[in-house]
């Protein structure tokens, strides 16, 4: 069965702390995404990778970074947290274009 | 986003056909989804499209594409309270990128 899992559901940090939101694939898959999700906005990426070692940004990369050091994990780093990055965080997998698969979300509250 | 556009909010009576609607701009567009989300959770891939294809058909989900007027729609017939999600257009040319919309509430009522 298909998994992504992400490594938290609720994360509360202060502004200005260095955030890590984890993100693993038991799939194999090449591809793996980051995006977050604002209501009335859908869902924006913020990076991608399409190999180890390998990442392109997005529609909004300022603020964030990210890791893709093994296949199956990719790691988003928001280097100082401010306010406006309280959203939901979505990771994502594929191996083909036309399907990818999602993580449960970890939703970020930065006060 | 803006190149996806869809409508907020959807109030359907159970038993009853669904239907949501769907715009995209870029005529270039090869693929088209149907993404749903459950309270709670992550996306979950309802079904899709090529973009050389007018129509597909899968249990109880249609989906219809126009190309000409860049229109997509998901019918869902036979709407169960299971139904009540949010879900998300999105399309993608060439590569692996995703343009979502914004996504629509679907509410079933008793």
Not at chain 1, 19 to 36: A, G, I, K
Request: with cysteine.
């Amino acid at each position: 069965d298909v998994k992504v899992t992400q490594s938290s559901r609720y994360l509360v940090k202060r502004t200005g702390e260095k955030v890590f939101l984890e993100c693993v694939q038991d799939m194999d898959h090449e591809n793996m995404f980051w995006y977050r999700q604002d209501p009335g906005l859908g869902l924006r990426l913020i990076y991608f990778s399409y190999d180890v070692k390998m990442k392109e940004k997005g529609d909004i990369p300022e603020g964030y970074s990210v890791s893709r050091e093994k296949k199956e994990r990719f790691s988003l780093i928001l280097e100082s947290a401010s306010t406006n990055q309280t959203s939901m965080y979505l990771c994502a997998s594929s191996l083909f274009r036309y399907e990818q698969y999602f993580g449960p979300g970890t939703r970020l509250t930065v006060t | 986003g803006e190149d996806v556009e869809q409508s907020l909010f959807l109030s359907v009576r159970e038993g009853d056909s669904s239907v949501i609607n769907c715009t995209y701009t870029d005529s270039s567009s090869t693929y088209l989804y149907w993404y749903k989300q459950e309270p709670g959770a992550g996306l979950q891939l309802l079904t899709y499209i090529f973009s050389n294809m007018d129509m597909k058909q899968d249990q109880r989900l249609t989906v219809l594409l126009n190309k000409k007027d860049k229109h997509l729609s998901l019918r869902i017939a036979d709407t169960q309270t299971g139904d009540s999600a949010i879900y998300f257009c999105a399309e993608s040319k060439d590569d692996y990128k995703l343009s979502f919309g914004a996504g629509t509430t679907v509410t079933v009522r008793a």
